[in-house]
């Protein structure tokens, strides 16, 4: 039975777990079990999970024992997903984005999104490794790293293949089946560059449609957390959890008229058929021969389920480079507030703080540098040139970008390479994006027996705010005709 249960868990989805656990062929704890022994036996080549929940069985049982007295709460009743290492919950696990800084500190409270993933019967089953304070600490620090859980390796090349933007933790253990799912965040392709990294598909939400409270932030204008899964039903079921107006996150107000509770009435792969979808070329140029052919294939793929392919579109801002001032800006402020209020035995409590504890500590804290942590607390900007500054870095992308090319070509959706240089303008604006498997590139590493060890990658869907349910259709039409997702070789 352990061994069958090792089996079934690769590759399982959240819809047949769900099957099995209601015909009553397996239960939570089991699910639990067997993700627990592949953590152990695993993850010490991929270094994705900072920590375990040490409630975590309890909880399984708890939700076990509900099952079966009272029924099901739904689709991700005792589904076990893992979390940033940012992502408040609060319980027995600490919450420090990946700094030593705040490796004691535990929450008082749990984000919106843990809570509302408890709400719907979710198992929070550990921690993730990530990218220390989301990639926002050092200009030569590596994507994936943090002083606390060290640096995270991609389960299809350890070493070899790039991880990509901040949520790597949370990618990485979804890619090698050590987690049904996970939530990760992003400021600027923290979950799409992973999530097309590993084979798996990410949803970036419209900011707003996904509370950011009880999240250690970046950037208030940008920052969203968002699932990564390995099929898109599996995102969008987990979406459509995460979603609701929260007091505490002002952002949220607009999103009551557009958030839905259940994003599966999405998934039709015949959607595709009626879509008109941009091929924007500038942000195809950088593509070597490989990457650019994955193009090419996904667009024919496309062309050939019925869309119609409008080849090229110009994006008239093709290029905008982050506005630093804006953005140090906005860290400063955020982790003031949120360092403000963690617990009196925590050793910082301010930006300030932190710079002078990670100089304290150096030889664990400072392999890399803080140039980026230092520079964001020398800004000064005032609230109204940070205003004005703020307006300039979101108008021209608005103005002549997604919303302006969408319009001028009557389009769905863009259709984008999986790696950042096309992300940032929806980044500027807010705007969602779904990345889905789309192949596999040489790595130019040849091991033992000859063979090269190759890399996935992925293809990005980009559209207007709150078009999350046509980025899902397209993102799963495209799926449903491809199937490109392959597991990593962990053996």
Request: hydrophobic share 40%; glycine share 8%; charged share 20%.
């Given at each position: 039975?352990k061994?069958?249960?090792?089996?079934?868990?690769?590759?399982?989805?959240?819809?047949?777990?769900?099957?099995?656990?209601?015909?009553?062929l397996?239960n939570?704890?089991?699910i639990?079990?067997v993700?627990?022994?592949?953590?152990h036996?695993?993850?010490?080549?991929i270094?994705?999970i900072?920590?375990?929940?040490?409630?975590?069985?309890?909880?399984a049982?708890?939700?076990?024992?509900?099952?079966?007295?009272?029924?099901?709460?739904g689709?991700?009743?005792?589904?076990?997903?893992v979390?940033?290492d940012?992502?408040?919950?609060?319980?027995k696990?600490?919450?420090?984005a990946g700094?030593?800084a705040?490796?004691?500190?535990?929450a008082?409270?749990?984000?919106?999104?843990?809570?509302?993933?408890?709400?719907?019967g979710a198992?929070?089953?550990?921690?993730?490794n990530?990218?220390?304070?989301?990639?926002?600490?050092?200009?030569?620090?590596?994507?994936?790293?943090?002083?606390?859980?060290?640096?995270?390796?991609?389960p299809?090349?350890?070493?070899?293949?790039?991880?990509?933007?901040?949520?790597s933790g949370?990618?990485?253990a979804?890619?090698?089946n050590?987690a049904?799912a996970?939530?990760?965040?992003?400021?600027?392709?923290s979950i799409?560059g992973p999530?097309?990294?590993?084979?798996l598909?990410?949803?970036?939400?419209?900011v707003?449609?996904?509370?950011?409270t009880?999240?250690?932030?970046?950037?208030?204008?940008?920052?969203t957390?968002g699932?990564?899964?390995r099929?898109?039903?599996d995102?969008?079921?987990?979406?459509?959890?995460?979603t609701g107006?929260?007091?505490n996150?002002?952002?949220?107000?607009?999103?009551?008229?557009?958030?839905y509770?259940?994003?599966?009435?999405?998934?039709d792969k015949?959607?595709?058929?009626?879509?008109?979808?941009?091929?924007?070329?500038?942000?195809?140029?950088?593509?070597?021969?490989?990457?650019?052919?994955i193009?090419?294939?996904?667009?024919?793929?496309?062309?050939?389920?019925?869309?119609t392919?409008?080849?090229?579109?110009t994006?008239?801002?093709?290029?905008?480079?982050?506005n630093?001032?804006?953005?140090?800006?906005?860290?400063?402020?955020?982790?003031?507030q949120y360092?403000?209020?963690?617990?009196?035995s925590?050793?910082i409590?301010?930006?300030?703080e932190l710079?002078a504890y990670?100089?304290r500590?150096?030889?664990?804290?400072?392999?890399?540098?803080?140039?980026?942590?230092?520079?964001?607390?020398?800004?000064?900007?005032?609230?109204?040139?940070?205003?004005e500054?703020?307006q300039?870095?979101?108008?021209?992308?608005?103005?002549?970008?997604?919303?302006?090319?969408?319009?001028?070509?009557?389009l769905?959706?863009l259709?984008l390479?999986g790696?950042v240089?096309g992300m940032?303008?929806?980044a500027r604006?807010?705007?969602p994006?779904?990345t889905?498997?789309?192949?596999?590139?040489?790595?130019g590493?040849?091991?033992?027996?000859g063979?090269?060890?190759?890399?996935?990658?992925?293809?990005?869907?980009?559209g207007?705010a709150?078009?999350e349910?046509?980025?899902i259709?397209?993102?799963?039409?495209?799926?449903?005709?491809?199937?490109?997702?392959?597991?990593?070789?962990?053996e």
């Amino acid at each position: 039975m352990k061994n069958k249960l090792q089996e079934w868990i690769i590759e399982t989805d959240i819809i047949k777990m769900q099957e099995a656990l209601e015909a009553g062929l397996i239960n939570s704890e089991d699910i639990v079990q067997v993700y627990l022994e592949r953590i152990h036996k695993y993850d010490i080549d991929i270094n994705s999970i900072l920590e375990i929940n040490p409630e975590v069985i309890q909880i399984a049982r708890a939700l076990d024992r509900e099952r079966a007295e009272k029924g099901s709460r739904g689709s991700l009743h005792g589904i076990p997903i893992v979390l940033k290492d940012n992502i408040d919950t609060a319980d027995k696990m600490h919450t420090s984005a990946g700094s030593v800084a705040l490796a004691g500190s535990i929450a008082a409270k749990d984000s919106f999104v843990a809570a509302k993933l408890r709400l719907a019967g979710a198992i929070l089953l550990g921690k993730a490794n990530m990218s220390e304070w989301s990639n926002f600490m050092s200009s030569t620090m590596p994507a994936g790293y943090s002083s606390r859980g060290g640096l995270v390796l991609n389960p299809y090349g350890p070493g070899t293949v790039f991880v990509s933007g901040s949520s790597s933790g949370p990618a990485a253990a979804v890619a090698a089946n050590l987690a049904a799912a996970a939530i990760g965040t992003e400021t600027a392709g923290s979950i799409i560059g992973p999530a097309s990294q590993h084979a798996l598909v990410g949803i970036k939400p419209t900011v707003g449609l996904v509370s950011r409270t009880g999240v250690i932030p970046i950037s208030v204008s940008q920052d969203t957390p968002g699932p990564i899964a390995r099929t898109v039903t599996d995102a969008a079921i987990i979406l459509g959890a995460l979603t609701g107006v929260d007091a505490n996150d002002s952002a949220t107000f607009s999103s009551k008229k557009y958030a839905y509770t259940d994003y599966t009435s999405s998934l039709d792969k015949s959607f595709i058929r009626q879509a008109r979808i941009g091929i924007p070329r500038h942000y195809y140029k950088h593509l070597d021969t490989e990457r650019l052919a994955i193009m090419e294939a996904a667009i024919l793929t496309l062309k050939n389920e019925g869309a119609t392919i409008i080849d090229p579109v110009t994006v008239h801002v093709e290029q905008q480079n982050w506005n630093n001032d804006v953005i140090c800006y906005e860290f400063k402020k955020g982790l003031n507030q949120y360092l403000a209020q963690v617990d009196e035995s925590v050793p910082i409590h301010s930006l300030q703080e932190l710079i002078a504890y990670n100089e304290r500590h150096a030889e664990i804290a400072l392999q890399y540098g803080q140039d980026t942590l230092t520079r964001s607390e020398e800004i000064t900007l005032s609230e109204e040139v940070y205003e004005e500054k703020r307006q300039e870095y979101k108008e021209l992308a608005l103005e002549q970008g997604i919303d302006y090319v969408l319009e001028q070509y009557s389009l769905d959706a863009l259709l984008l390479p999986g790696d950042v240089d096309g992300m940032y303008i929806a980044a500027r604006l807010g705007y969602p994006l779904v990345t889905v498997p789309a192949g596999y590139v040489s790595q130019g590493i040849i091991d033992a027996d000859g063979d090269s060890t190759r890399g996935p990658f992925g293809v990005v869907f980009s559209g207007k705010a709150y078009s999350e349910p046509t980025l899902i259709a397209l993102a799963y039409g495209f799926e449903q005709a491809t199937y490109h997702r392959i597991p990593p070789q962990l053996e």
